[in-house]
T-cell receptor, first 114, second 114 residues
Protein backbone atom coordinates (compact mmCIF):
# COMPACT_ATOMS: atom_id res chain seq x y z
CA UNK A 1 0.00 0.00 0.00
CA UNK A 2 1.27 3.44 -0.92
CA UNK A 3 -0.43 5.23 2.01
CA UNK A 4 0.35 8.96 1.77
CA UNK A 5 2.49 10.06 -1.17
CA UNK A 6 4.16 13.46 -1.37
CA UNK A 7 5.85 15.08 -4.33
CA UNK A 8 8.46 16.38 -4.80
CA UNK A 9 10.81 14.98 -2.14
CA UNK A 10 13.29 17.87 -2.44
CA UNK A 11 13.03 21.36 -3.87
CA UNK A 12 15.17 24.48 -3.94
CA UNK A 13 13.51 27.81 -4.73
CA UNK A 14 14.57 31.39 -4.97
CA UNK A 15 12.85 34.03 -2.86
CA UNK A 16 9.65 35.16 -4.56
CA UNK A 17 9.13 32.01 -6.61
CA UNK A 18 5.95 30.00 -6.28
CA UNK A 19 5.37 26.29 -6.11
CA UNK A 20 2.80 23.67 -5.19
CA UNK A 21 3.46 20.66 -2.98
CA UNK A 22 1.33 17.67 -3.88
CA UNK A 23 -0.15 15.06 -1.56
CA UNK A 24 -2.31 12.03 -2.28
CA UNK A 25 -3.65 9.27 -0.03
CA UNK A 26 -5.17 5.93 -0.97
CA UNK A 27 -6.76 5.00 2.38
CA UNK A 28 -10.14 6.63 1.70
CA UNK A 29 -9.59 9.02 4.62
CA UNK A 30 -11.84 12.03 5.04
CA UNK A 31 -9.33 14.31 6.75
CA UNK A 32 -6.01 15.58 5.44
CA UNK A 33 -3.39 17.86 6.98
CA UNK A 34 -0.29 19.87 6.13
CA UNK A 35 2.46 20.39 8.73
CA UNK A 36 5.85 21.99 8.75
CA UNK A 37 8.71 20.67 10.84
CA UNK A 38 11.49 22.96 12.01
CA UNK A 39 14.38 22.18 14.39
CA UNK A 40 13.32 22.56 18.02
CA UNK A 41 9.73 23.40 17.05
CA UNK A 42 8.19 19.99 16.55
CA UNK A 43 5.37 19.81 14.02
CA UNK A 44 3.11 22.77 13.44
CA UNK A 45 -0.19 22.54 11.61
CA UNK A 46 -0.47 24.81 8.58
CA UNK A 47 -3.89 23.89 7.16
CA UNK A 48 -6.24 20.98 7.33
CA UNK A 49 -9.24 19.66 5.47
CA UNK A 50 -11.86 17.83 7.51
CA UNK A 51 -13.57 16.54 4.39
CA UNK A 52 -13.70 17.03 0.66
CA UNK A 53 -14.68 20.61 -0.10
CA UNK A 54 -13.60 22.12 3.24
CA UNK A 55 -10.34 23.64 4.42
CA UNK A 56 -9.39 25.41 7.65
CA UNK A 57 -6.41 27.28 9.00
CA UNK A 58 -4.10 25.71 11.50
CA UNK A 59 -1.47 27.26 13.73
CA UNK A 60 0.78 28.80 11.04
CA UNK A 61 -1.21 29.48 7.83
CA UNK A 62 0.34 32.79 6.74
CA UNK A 63 2.06 32.61 3.36
CA UNK A 64 0.31 29.41 2.30
CA UNK A 65 -2.82 28.36 0.46
CA UNK A 66 -4.35 24.91 0.08
CA UNK A 67 -6.71 23.09 -2.24
CA UNK A 68 -8.62 19.90 -1.51
CA UNK A 69 -8.88 18.76 -5.09
CA UNK A 70 -10.88 15.62 -4.31
CA UNK A 71 -11.03 13.09 -1.51
CA UNK A 72 -7.57 11.73 -2.35
CA UNK A 73 -5.57 14.90 -3.00
CA UNK A 74 -4.64 17.92 -0.88
CA UNK A 75 -2.11 20.43 -2.23
CA UNK A 76 -0.16 23.19 -0.49
CA UNK A 77 0.87 26.31 -2.42
CA UNK A 78 3.50 28.90 -1.66
CA UNK A 79 2.62 31.95 -3.74
CA UNK A 80 5.79 33.97 -3.05
CA UNK A 81 8.38 31.90 -1.23
CA UNK A 82 10.37 33.46 1.62
CA UNK A 83 13.52 32.13 3.38
CA UNK A 84 11.42 31.68 6.57
CA UNK A 85 9.50 28.98 4.71
CA UNK A 86 12.57 26.78 4.47
CA UNK A 87 11.39 23.65 6.24
CA UNK A 88 10.34 20.04 5.90
CA UNK A 89 6.68 19.75 4.95
CA UNK A 90 4.58 16.74 5.85
CA UNK A 91 1.17 15.74 4.63
CA UNK A 92 -0.99 13.43 6.73
CA UNK A 93 -4.42 11.86 6.56
CA UNK A 94 -6.83 10.23 8.98
CA UNK A 95 -10.35 9.07 9.51
CA UNK A 96 -12.21 11.92 11.12
CA UNK A 97 -14.90 10.11 13.05
CA UNK A 98 -13.05 9.45 16.29
CA UNK A 99 -10.20 10.86 18.37
CA UNK A 100 -8.85 7.32 18.60
CA UNK A 101 -7.80 7.39 14.98
CA UNK A 102 -4.11 8.12 14.30
CA UNK A 103 -2.79 10.21 11.47
CA UNK A 104 -0.76 8.62 8.66
CA UNK A 105 2.16 10.63 7.31
CA UNK A 106 3.99 10.93 4.03
CA UNK A 107 7.78 10.98 3.84
CA UNK A 108 7.95 14.75 3.53
CA UNK A 109 9.14 17.43 1.13
CA UNK A 110 12.41 19.12 2.02
CA UNK A 111 12.15 22.70 0.80
CA UNK A 112 14.95 25.27 0.76
CA UNK A 113 14.31 28.93 -0.09
CA UNK A 114 17.42 30.89 -1.07
CA UNK B 1 -6.56 23.83 25.32
CA UNK B 2 -4.85 20.49 24.98
CA UNK B 3 -1.08 20.53 25.23
CA UNK B 4 1.84 18.14 25.52
CA UNK B 5 5.15 18.63 27.29
CA UNK B 6 7.85 16.22 26.27
CA UNK B 7 11.32 15.64 27.62
CA UNK B 8 13.78 17.34 25.34
CA UNK B 9 16.88 15.60 24.16
CA UNK B 10 19.05 14.64 22.70
CA UNK B 11 19.33 11.35 24.53
CA UNK B 12 22.33 9.11 23.92
CA UNK B 13 22.31 5.55 25.24
CA UNK B 14 24.45 2.48 24.85
CA UNK B 15 22.91 -0.57 23.24
CA UNK B 16 20.82 -2.66 25.70
CA UNK B 17 20.30 0.29 28.05
CA UNK B 18 16.90 1.15 29.50
CA UNK B 19 15.01 4.01 27.88
CA UNK B 20 12.48 6.41 29.35
CA UNK B 21 11.15 9.45 27.52
CA UNK B 22 8.81 11.55 29.64
CA UNK B 23 5.57 13.00 28.35
CA UNK B 24 2.93 14.88 30.32
CA UNK B 25 -0.26 16.35 28.99
CA UNK B 26 -2.99 18.86 29.72
CA UNK B 27 -6.37 17.97 28.29
CA UNK B 28 -10.07 18.32 28.66
CA UNK B 29 -11.53 14.91 29.38
CA UNK B 30 -9.62 11.74 28.60
CA UNK B 31 -8.46 11.76 25.01
CA UNK B 32 -6.38 9.07 23.36
CA UNK B 33 -2.62 9.44 23.59
CA UNK B 34 -0.09 8.53 20.92
CA UNK B 35 3.62 8.02 20.48
CA UNK B 36 5.03 8.53 16.99
CA UNK B 37 8.54 7.70 15.76
CA UNK B 38 10.45 9.40 12.96
CA UNK B 39 13.44 7.58 11.47
CA UNK B 40 16.04 9.65 9.60
CA UNK B 41 14.74 10.95 6.29
CA UNK B 42 11.25 9.60 6.83
CA UNK B 43 7.84 10.77 7.95
CA UNK B 44 6.25 10.05 11.31
CA UNK B 45 4.92 6.57 12.01
CA UNK B 46 2.53 5.59 14.75
CA UNK B 47 4.49 3.63 17.36
CA UNK B 48 1.75 2.95 19.91
CA UNK B 49 -1.39 4.38 21.37
CA UNK B 50 -3.64 4.18 24.42
CA UNK B 51 -7.30 5.09 24.26
CA UNK B 52 -8.30 5.33 27.94
CA UNK B 53 -6.89 5.73 31.42
CA UNK B 54 -4.72 2.82 32.66
CA UNK B 55 -4.40 1.48 29.13
CA UNK B 56 -0.94 0.27 28.15
CA UNK B 57 0.10 0.66 24.54
CA UNK B 58 2.93 -1.52 23.27
CA UNK B 59 4.78 -2.17 20.03
CA UNK B 60 8.31 -3.27 19.01
CA UNK B 61 9.31 -3.65 22.66
CA UNK B 62 8.19 -0.11 23.56
CA UNK B 63 5.50 0.48 26.16
CA UNK B 64 3.60 3.47 27.53
CA UNK B 65 0.88 3.57 30.19
CA UNK B 66 -1.84 6.20 30.20
CA UNK B 67 -1.77 7.52 33.79
CA UNK B 68 -4.66 9.80 34.59
CA UNK B 69 -3.50 10.60 38.13
CA UNK B 70 -0.17 12.01 36.96
CA UNK B 71 -1.38 13.09 33.45
CA UNK B 72 1.56 11.22 31.97
CA UNK B 73 2.28 8.85 29.09
CA UNK B 74 5.98 8.03 29.43
CA UNK B 75 7.61 5.88 26.76
CA UNK B 76 9.82 3.01 27.94
CA UNK B 77 11.90 0.24 26.46
CA UNK B 78 13.88 -2.26 28.46
CA UNK B 79 16.78 -2.78 26.05
CA UNK B 80 17.36 -0.36 23.19
CA UNK B 81 19.03 -1.26 19.91
CA UNK B 82 20.97 0.81 17.41
CA UNK B 83 17.96 0.54 15.09
CA UNK B 84 15.86 2.47 17.66
CA UNK B 85 17.83 5.65 16.91
CA UNK B 86 15.13 8.10 15.83
CA UNK B 87 13.07 11.07 16.98
CA UNK B 88 10.09 10.27 19.21
CA UNK B 89 6.98 12.45 19.49
CA UNK B 90 4.21 12.34 22.05
CA UNK B 91 0.82 13.54 20.73
CA UNK B 92 -2.78 13.96 21.79
CA UNK B 93 -5.87 14.86 19.78
CA UNK B 94 -8.15 17.84 20.12
CA UNK B 95 -11.40 18.57 18.41
CA UNK B 96 -11.40 21.01 15.50
CA UNK B 97 -13.90 21.99 12.85
CA UNK B 98 -15.29 18.66 11.66
CA UNK B 99 -12.26 16.57 12.55
CA UNK B 100 -9.64 15.87 15.15
CA UNK B 101 -6.21 17.44 15.02
CA UNK B 102 -3.09 16.37 16.88
CA UNK B 103 -0.93 18.50 19.09
CA UNK B 104 2.64 17.21 19.25
CA UNK B 105 5.47 17.51 21.72
CA UNK B 106 8.68 18.98 20.33
CA UNK B 107 10.28 15.58 19.90
CA UNK B 108 13.12 13.72 21.61
CA UNK B 109 16.05 12.60 19.53
CA UNK B 110 17.44 9.24 20.62
CA UNK B 111 20.86 8.00 19.55
CA UNK B 112 21.88 4.47 20.47
CA UNK B 113 25.57 3.63 20.22
CA UNK B 114 26.97 0.10 19.90
Amino acid sequence: NAGVTQTPKFQVLKTGQSMTLQCAQDMNHNSMYWYRQDPGMGLRLIYYSASEGTTDKGEVPNGYNVSRLNKREFSLRLESAAPSQTSVYFCASSRSDSYNQPQHFGDGTRLSIL
Amino acid sequence: GNSVTQMEGPVTLSEEAFLTINCTYTATGYPSLFWYVQYPGEGLQLLLKATKADDKGSNKGFEATYRKETTSFHLEKGSVQVSDSAVYFCALPYSGAGSYQLTFGKGTKLSVIP
